[in-house]
């Protein structure tokens, strides 16, 4: 059935085609109706030609049967020699003639059946066509008596016939019978001025039929294209003056149809493209251009879901940053990224896909076609853009082939968002370092940390529970932002900051301010950004304002406990404590690793998170790593 539809709508493709030829084969058969009804009524009036002839030579023949018998009458034999010599004479043409008045009745008989089996013959010329005269049975009814008294009285001697009284009768009823026969011609001639007359309406009917019908099918026709021209040379107009998206209202499947489906196609895609330029320009942060270029791309590609990737430095490896929408993030998180092949932008998944592990993923999750796209950055290693769809072969080539020539623009807009977030973080990572600058710890307290913080999250991220649901990104945001942890000391007196002894009470409460001071001047930074992006710093402020928090709510400034404490907070709260114990300072010596996490193993569910603290066991290798690399003893 599916196959058969197929065909249907393959067909539809050429319906104008159609149209054109069905209507001039339709005439074609008008034409060939009226030309066969012609010449069929040009073949009844020959049949009714031929009836009239057999009924002429009938009409002679009566007059000579009759004027025989009476020259017979005037001579008739007194002897018998005179009577053996009409016996063989007359007698035998008499039966002749008698033989050819049956063989002319016996065809207007056959005529007539052959014409009764007709029935064109009754629908289109009338009850007329179908016989030759009504008078026609009682004239061979009437033959069948005038012959059987013929044979009466020629007697039933046949070899000495009564000739002269067969004389008398033939004299005496052939005027009755030549009558008859002239009736009949009478009314003949009567039918066959009607079927000519039929015949001349057929013609004339036909033609005009003809006429009608091919103007109305014209008229039609030139309607139908004239509207539907119009409609699409309105709809071009309407493009040509810029309104870009502007649809033609046109669903047919025909062959202007699918010139309307191609100006549609070329309209959206221009506007989108449009759309794109535009949502570039303004953008300002990396989550709303990627909204705006997904917005864009559903013109003409039918993406469920689209993720933007950050590429390492090392170009091997991918962050997710973004998502729309959201996924549990389960798998797709973080990819080994796999070389595109030669001289190719971008790659599905059923080929050759540049992040093998996140198709997998995807594919778990009901998506049957990925396309990724490289985004190469002269300022950076660049993104990844991943779109994915439910159905199978969702992208087309031509859309592949857009997406491509597209590819330079989009990430001059992702390249343009991210260089304005990086200005910003540079400046604030500046206040972290000029804080940490005043502090006297040990030199790479902030990037241990940070490493640190980042492989607990990287943990956290496939074992947290489904009520504390992460952003994409979150570890990304972690190591990006927990070297921030401490920047509220830039608010904190020297006095106080740097006091060689123990502090006072009011020193303390003061100092204990910092993670407000902190969260402060973050909210400060996020201001500055519009609207759409200012949630970029919410695990900055969630880990500034909650690092000194404890899990049964013994810690500052807030006092919060459990769950309350944001994640982020939680995670560096760990990495920050651990890198203190783990570093030689001015009043001790550098704890070894395992009696730091030991240290942790104790102050699991009091200071510490213990979903965070066996986070932090598992990603033990990654931090002893860290530690080797930047150790400071």
């Excluded at 995807?362 to 990844?384: N, V």
């Excluded at 241990?448 to 009520?467: F, K, L, V």
Aim: glycine share 8%; with cysteine.
């Amino acid at each position: 059935m599916s196959g058969f539809r197929n065909r249907v709508a393959r067909l539809g493709r050429y319906r104008l085609r159609i149209v054109l030829v069905g209507g001039l084969g339709g005439l074609f058969v008008l034409m060939l109706l009226a030309l066969g009804f012609s010449a069929w009524a040009l073949a009844l009036s020959q049949r009714d030609q031929s009836l009239m002839a057999d009924l002429r030579r009938l009409d002679t023949l009566v007059a000579r049967y009759h004027s025989d018998a009476e020259r017979y009458l005037r001579n008739a034999p007194r002897d018998y020699p005179d009577y053996f010599r009409d016996t063989t004479l007359y007698f035998a043409q008499l039966k002749d003639d008698v033989e050819q008045v049956e063989t002319l009745l016996a065809s207007l008989a056959d005529q007539r059946t052959r014409s009764e089996q007709t029935p064109w013959a009754l629908l289109l010329l009338g009850p007329s066509a179908t016989g030759t005269d009504p008078r026609f049975d009682p004239l061979r009814a009437f033959w069948r008596d005038y012959r059987s008294q013929l044979q009466q009285a020629l007697g039933p001697d046949a070899d000495e016939p009564r000739l002269e009284w067969a004389a008398r009768h033939i004299v005496e009823q052939s005027n009755a019978l030549a009558g008859r026969i002239s009736g009949v011609g009478s009314s003949l001639q009567r039918v066959i001025k009607s079927h000519q007359r039929n015949a001349r309406l057929i013609g004339q009917w036909g033609v005009m039929l003809t006429l009608i019908a091919s103007a109305l099918g014209v008229i039609v026709l030139i309607r139908s294209l004239t509207r539907r021209v119009g409609a699409t040379q309105h709809g071009c107009e309407q493009i040509a003056r810029g309104y870009f998206g502007h649809h033609i209202p046109d669903r047919s499947n025909d062959e202007l149809g699918a010139l309307n489906t191609a100006i549609n196609t070329v309209s959206t895609r221009m506007g989108a493209v449009l759309r794109l330029l535009d949502s570039i320009q303004r953008g300002a942060d990396l989550r709303a251009t990627a909204r705006d270029v997904r917005d864009a791309l559903g013109a003409f590609l039918p993406a469920d879901w689209l993720g933007l990737y950050d590429n390492d430095a090392d170009s091997r490896s991918v962050q997710l940053r973004e998502q729309f929408p959201e996924l549990p993030t389960q798998g797709i998180e973080v990819a080994e990224q796999t070389d595109l092949q030669s001289g190719k932008r971008f790659a599905l998944h059923e080929a050759s896909f540049a992040l093998p592990a996140v198709a997998d993923a995807l594919s778990s999750r009901g998506f049957q076609t990925t396309l990724a796209l490289s985004l190469p950055s002269e300022s950076g290693p660049g993104f990844t853009l991943v779109l994915a769809a439910h159905n199978a072969h969702a992208f087309s080539h031509d859309a592949q082939a857009l997406l491509g020539n597209l590819a330079p623009v989009i990430a001059h807009g992702f390249e343009k968002s991210a260089l304005s977030e990086q200005l910003l973080l540079a400046a604030v990572n500046g206040l972290s370092k000029l804080a940490e600058s005043r502090d006297p710890e040990t030199g790479n307290h902030l990037i241990r940390m940070s490493h640190y913080a980042h492989a607990i999250a990287r943990q956290c991220m496939d074992t947290i529970d489904a009520g504390e649901a992460l952003p994409p990104g979150f570890a990304r945001d972690v190591l990006r932002f927990a070297a921030m942890h401490d920047i509220g000391k830039v608010g904190v007196p020297d006095s106080i900051l740097l006091k060689p002894g123990q502090l006072s009470e009011a020193e303390r409460t003061e100092m204990r301010m910092h993670p407000l001071i902190g969260g402060s001047v973050l909210r400060a930074c996020a201001g500055q950004l519009p609207e759409s992006s200012r949630d970029l710093f919410k695990v900055a402020i969630d880990i500034a304002e909650g690092h000194h928090e404890w899990f049964d709510g013994g810690g500052y400034p807030m006092g919060t406990r459990g769950r309350e404490i944001p994640l982020a907070a939680r995670i560096v709260a760990a990495a920050d404590v651990f890198d203190a114990l783990t570093s030689k300072r001015p009043y001790k010596e550098a704890w070894s690793l395992q009696r730091g996490l030991d240290y942790l193993r104790e102050q699991s569910g009091k200071h510490f998170d213990p979903a965070v603290i066996a986070a932090f066991e598992r990603a033990m290798p990654q931090i002893t790593e860290v530690y080797e690399r930047y150790r400071h003893v």
